[in-house]
């Protein structure tokens, strides 16, 4: 059942606990790297044990606090659903498996389908990214707003890469941005990613393909911070996932394009 107002704050300022909360355990292991269990999905596919510990902490969370609602993660599958939790536990796991603070746990709530709560808390840097549809974004409490950035030739952006496309496409991809005038950077958070656009740190986000659990906290963010995106939750979404803009509005016609949006 899709909760009313008041059952969207619960959840908000739940999110909110429960990031804190697994930000604690990630750490745990993050400040261990030594006994760190490292292990590969795929090429240049990461996974730690703290990936699965994460995931399955919160999924004990929803169970005994909305044990209604759906969730969806990205160690453990799931399917959608009215009052649905899409969770990456570790965001950016190629960076924390090497000892890089930029990582991050990263949840999103939809309400019938719709992105309407977003949480990305990256504790190792000590920023709690958060937003609710109508009700702004902020980073450590304080309202945050996208870049006012109009010239591409001034402009930041960060491309996101996996080997889940081609890499002629994203090199093209990337090449057309820089011959435009941009600088071109990757940070391998596409959580991170979408969230340092909310607050201007860079104009657009970018990726050919992308994963639900990766954006769906980020793009309540961005939106809430006035940026444009691209509507990553259509199609085959769940299963397949979707290219991904975030970007500040000036700009949306140098970036879409690339994309094919
Ligand atoms: C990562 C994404 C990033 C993508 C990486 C990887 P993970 O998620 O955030 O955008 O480029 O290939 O998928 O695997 O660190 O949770």
């Not at 619960?10 to 604690?24: D, S």
């Not at 759906?70 to 536990?89: H, K, N, R, S, Y």
Request: glycine fraction near 12%.
């Amino acid at each position: 059942m899709t909760p009313d107002q008041s059952g969207l704050s619960a959840r908000f300022f739940a999110a909110e606990a429960m990031a804190r909360q697994l930000g604690v355990l990630a750490m745990s292991y993050f400040t261990d790297q030594k006994s760190l269990g490292i292990s590969m999905k795929g090429s240049q596919d990461w996974l730690t044990e703290a990936d699965g510990r994460v995931e399955t902490a919160f999924r004990a969370m929803i169970a005994a606090t909305f044990p209604n609602d759906t969730v969806m993660g990205e160690e453990q599958g799931g399917a959608t659903g009215e009052a649905l939790w899409i969770i990456d536990p570790i965001d950016g796991t190629a960076n924390f498996a090497r000892g890089d603070r930029s990582w991050c746990v990263s949840i999103g709530f939809l309400a019938n389908g719709v992105p309407t709560l977003g949480v990305i808390y990256a504790p190792a840097l000590g920023e709690m990214w958060l937003a609710r549809v109508g009700h702004g974004a902020t980073l450590n409490g304080a309202p945050i707003r996208c870049s006012s950035t109009t010239d591409i030739a001034r402009a930041s952006i960060e491309v996101g890469w996996s080997p889940r496309r081609p890499i002629e496409d994203y090199l093209a991809l990337v090449g057309g941005y820089f011959r435009k005038g941009a600088s071109v950077k990757r940070s391998a958070s596409g959580a991170l990613g979408l969230a340092h656009v909310a607050n201007g740190r860079t104009d657009a986000y970018a990726e050919l393909h992308i994963n639900a659990w990766d954006v769906a906290a980020g793009v309540v963010i961005a939106a809430e911070a006035g940026a444009i995106l691209s509507p990553f939750f259509t199609g085959d979404w769940a299963g397949g996932g979707n290219p991904i803009v975030a970007v500040t509005p000036a700009l949306a016609s140098e970036i879409m394009p690339g994309l094919g949006l």
